[in-house]
């Protein structure tokens, strides 16, 4: 089992289904992300260069984030809303799943 997974299903553990971290409500008009979202990062370089990992060469990298909207709600829900609304266009970030 990748260490991804593993990451994830110890985190699942940390959490009782349906739990709500509290926001204060000066915050209720900004995103908040409730549980967690898996985002998935391309990284390319520009002048089309290789990424050498671990001795293998890729045109791209690959790199997957829980965004953890438990610790941070607020936070996290204003990057996945940036994510969503593709203003984050440098990066070229795909929400994968949103739990």
């Known amino acids: 089992m990748s260490q991804f997974k593993n990451l994830h299903m110890t985190n699942s553990l940390l959490f009782n289904t349906g739990y709500k971290t509290p926001v204060p409500s000066d915050y209720d008009d900004l995103p908040q992300l409730k549980g967690r979202a898996t985002v998935e990062m391309v990284v390319k370089k520009q002048n089309g260069e290789k990424f ?39 990066l070229r970030l795909m929400l994968l799943f949103v739990s």
């Not at 936070?75 to 266009?89: A, Y």
């Open 52 to 90: 050498n990992i671990e001795g293998q060469l890729y045109d791209e990298a690959k790199m997957k984030m829980i965004i953890d909207g438990y610790a941070a709600p607020v936070t996290s829900g204003n990057f996945v809303d940036l994510v969503q609304k593709g203003k984050l266009l440098l």
